[in-house]
């Protein structure tokens, strides 16, 4: 293959992935905005059921995810759940030390506050505010600007204004 046709395939496929990656980025971060962001947290007690460590292996990568799941009443009914944040659900890190710690701070026993919506008192939080969603949409951004660079660059190319 000539060099300028793996310039154009890099090019198309650097654009391609770019965007594709940005739009579940972009998801992550608006689904949990929709989710939590009207929230009216009232704060009640909770007690940790359960904490523990999740281990998984996706192409020979090991991630731990902190699983802790708190009980709590409310409205004289009982709930459980697992969430730590709005947008820290099910958050995994191929560092240990990062679902230790949150094992560590959170065992089984440790009375806790809990904050529920109260319009729909199956969601609760132990942190109500958004912690990740700033990082997450600043990522989308990065890949879509990418994406975004990698088109004008492909469309100079190929309308030849790169080699007049």
Same mark, same amino acid.
């Given at each position: 293959?000539? &060099?300028? +046709?793996?310039?154009?395939?890099?090019?198309? $496929?650097?654009?391609?992935?770019?965007?594709?990656?940005?739009?579940?980025?972009?998801?992550?971060?608006? #689904?949990?905005?929709?989710? =939590?962001?009207?929230? +009216?947290?009232?704060?009640?007690?909770?007690?940790?059921?359960?904490?523990?460590? +999740?281990?998984?292996?996706?192409?020979?990568?090991? =991630?731990?995810?902190?699983?802790?799941? =708190?009980? =709590?009443?409310?409205?004289?009914?009982?709930?459980?759940? &697992?969430? $730590? &944040?709005?947008?820290? /659900?099910?958050?995994?890190?191929?560092?240990?030390?990062?679902?230790?710690?949150?094992?560590?701070?959170?065992?089984?026993?440790?009375?806790?506050?809990?904050?529920?919506? +109260? #319009?729909?008192?199956?969601?609760?939080?132990?942190?109500?505010?958004?912690?990740?969603?700033?990082?997450? !949409?600043?990522?989308?951004?990065?890949?879509?600007?990418?994406?975004?660079?990698?088109?004008?660059? &492909?469309?100079? /190319? !190929?309308?030849?204004?790169?080699?007049?």
């Amino acid at each position: 293959m000539h &060099s300028l +046709q793996l310039l154009e395939i890099g090019l198309l $496929l650097s654009l391609a992935i770019s965007l594709i990656a940005a739009i579940p980025v972009f998801s992550y971060v608006r #689904e949990s905005k929709r989710l =939590y962001s009207n929230a +009216q947290w009232v704060a009640v007690p909770a007690v940790v059921e359960s904490a523990s460590i +999740q281990r998984e292996s996706i192409r020979g990568t090991m =991630y731990f995810t902190p699983v802790i799941n =708190y009980r =709590y009443e409310f409205g004289g009914n009982s709930y459980v759940s &697992s969430v $730590l &944040s709005p947008d820290f /659900h099910n958050a995994s890190s191929s560092i240990s030390s990062f679902a230790e710690k949150w094992v560590t701070l959170l065992p089984s026993g440790t009375h806790v506050t809990a904050f529920v919506d +109260q #319009e729909k008192p199956t969601t609760a939080v132990l942190f109500p505010e958004f912690r990740n969603s700033s990082w997450w !949409f600043n990522a989308g951004v990065i890949l879509a600007v990418y994406g975004v660079f990698c088109l004008i660059i &492909s469309v100079l /190319h !190929f309308s030849g204004y790169l080699y007049a």
